[in-house]
């Protein structure tokens, strides 16, 4: 049998390698079927860079904004597999999508992202409670299934259309406003994390925050501002050791500050919605909300809970929407006959009509392609983590033990060679063409399985309704005078420069 599977191997290496993605995948199989039946390696035979040349990388090197190009120089020097310690943590990276797999299938009932994460110990200092991106077992099932009747069926999420085309009305005047010479909006980013928090904030309170006004409300600034400022601080404040908080104890004052104003900022909105309902209820009127923060407060759930579990949709929804937005956009404007195609085909489906709806969306194949492409490109989380706390694994014939951090390299994996022909180039009709076919887990921008997010509906709602909208209205051109922009690492990933793009009027 071995003897049969290193033919195979030998078969496949020597064949036309790289321009097959299947085979690769099956050269992988093969090693991994032939790994079985060797002993299992263990932490120690792992190949990575000693502590201190990986300290050196992401502090000297500016390696922090950079984590998503270690990934791909992580494969380039050590394979799909390696450990590397990030601050105190031990971590093992993975960064193919059939190990991916492995790790995803093994995950267990309740799956972890991270234990140590510096989120979860401000949520114990200041005593809140967590949220669904930090609760873990019991208690993430439970406001796991209550939130997920309200955001995964394909039917509840339609419901939002009519209030977040509102949200989208509101962008396009907004975009209006903003123009400038030559139809130039500088810093689109800006407007679309507005975009994002009020489209958020209309599906959880069913009401309006202005961020889209002409003169947006100081606080919503500041929450926004918070939110960035959180990200910067998280990657610095886990990897710096405990001990270095109380040398160094900037970054996690500011961390902590900023979690603060967001908490504060999600609660007012809470208390404000929910007096204005039991007022109503006082008066003897008829109560029914559709939105989700009345859902959660109708659960029984203890008021902490509530308040934390908004506070982190709030926040899951800004970034997640403008990075994408930002680099749909920005590349589709680098391909303007993909943007013809594109617009071609929707209004093909609106049939005169200018707004289009979520129903129509289904007949909008290459809107669902490009947005797939753009996360192929730019993951918004360009790594994600498990922690497997119940028992040892097998990964790529090692043997992980339980409680290890393992950094799914998404990133990677999404610009492998080996899965996606010309990974560096936009092309939205991968997605579409029958003959080419890639591993279901090289590009997971939602993640995948039980811990997946749960506002991947939502979101593609809202994205699809925003720039097929927009493309309804605009040419979307280059900044005549504007460079090549790079993604950067900041927790998420996000524009490193700010993009500036022409909406000129059709
Ligand atoms: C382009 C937009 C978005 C992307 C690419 C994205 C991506 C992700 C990813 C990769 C995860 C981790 C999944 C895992 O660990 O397997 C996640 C979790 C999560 N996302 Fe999103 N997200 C987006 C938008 C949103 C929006 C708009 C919301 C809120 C409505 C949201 C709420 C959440 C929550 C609450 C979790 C934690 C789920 C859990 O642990 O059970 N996301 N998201």
């Known amino acids: 049998m071995i003897t049969v599977r290193r033919m195979l191997q030998q078969a496949l290496r020597v064949s036309v390698r790289n321009a097959f993605p299947l085979v690769k995948w099956m050269e992988r199989w093969a090693e991994g079927a032939s790994a079985k039946q060797q002993a299992l390696k263990t932490l120690g035979d792992m190949p990575g860079p000693s502590v201190a040349s990986f300290a050196w990388d992401l502090f000297a090197k500016r390696g922090l904004s950079r984590l998503h190009e270690l990934q791909l120089e992580g494969v380039q020097r050590y394979g799909p597999m390696w450990k590397a310690s990030f601050g105190p943590i031990l971590t093992v990276h993975v960064a193919d999508p ?33 949220g669904l991106l930090t609760s873990e077992g019991e208690e993430w099932q439970s406001v796991r299934s209550l939130l997920g009747k309200h955001m995964l069926r394909p039917k509840a999420v339609e419901a939002y259309d009519k209030t977040l085309n509102g949200v989208v ?33 209309s599906v959880l309170f069913e009401s ?62 809470i208390d404000q919605r929910l007096t204005a309902e039991a007022e109503k209820v006082a008066r003897g009127e008829k109560v029914e909300g559709r939105y989700l923060t009345y859902f959660l407060s109708r659960t ?88 497997i706390t119940e028992r040892d694994i097998q990964v790529g014939g090692y043997l992980i033990p339980k409680n290890t951090l393992i950094t ?79 993604p950067m690492t900041r927790t998420l990933l996000v524009p490193e420069n700010v993009i500036s793009l022409q909406f000129i009027e059709r």
């Open 208 to 269: 309006r925050i202005g961020c889209l006004d002409e003169v947006v409300p100081e606080e919503t600034e500041r929450f926004i501002q918070s939110i960035n400022t959180m990200f910067v601080m998280t990657l610095l404040t886990m990897a710096m050791p405990k001990w270095l908080h109380q040398l160094f104890p900037k970054p996690w004052n500011i961390f902590c500050q900023c979690w603060d104003y967001m908490f504060d900022f999600a609660k007012g909105h």
């Open 300 to 387: 029984g759930l203890p008021m902490k809970t509530v308040y934390s579990n908004v506070t982190e949709l709030l926040l899951a929804g800004v970034d997640t929407i403008s990075s994408t937005m930002s680099w749909s956009l920005y590349e589709l404007s680098r391909h303007p006959k993909v943007q013809a195609l594109l617009r071609d085909e929707v209004l093909r489906v609106l049939e005169g009509r200018s707004v289009p709806e979520a129903a129509d969306v289904a007949r909008m194949p290459l809107l669902k392609a490009t947005v797939k492409e753009v996360l192929r490109l730019y993951p918004v989380i360009p790594a994600n983590a498990r922690v």
């Open 408 to 486: 799914l390299c998404h990133f990677a994996t999404s610009r492998d060679p080996a899965v996606f022909v010309n990974p560096d180039e936009f092309q939205p009709h991968r997605w579409l063409n029958k003959d080419q076919t890639h591993h279901p887990y090289a590009s997971v921008p939602f993640g995948v399985g039980k811990r997946s997010c749960i506002g991947r509906r939502i979101a593609e709602l809202e994205l699809y309704l925003a720039l097929s909208r927009i493309l309804v209205e605009f040419d979307v051109k280059p900044d005549p005078g504007g460079i090549s922009v790079k």
């Open 98 to 130: 059939v190990l991916i797999e492995q790790v995803l299938r093994q995950e267990g009932q309740h799956p972890m992202r991270s234990d140590l994460s510096s989120w979860k110990d401000y949520r114990k200092l200041r005593g809140h409670h967590y």
């Open 169 to 201: 009305g509101d962008l396009v005047s907004k975009l209006r406003l903003r123009r400038r010479s030559q139809g130039l909006v500088n810093d689109i980013a800006s407007e679309f994390y507005r975009f994002g928090l009020e489209g958020i904030s």
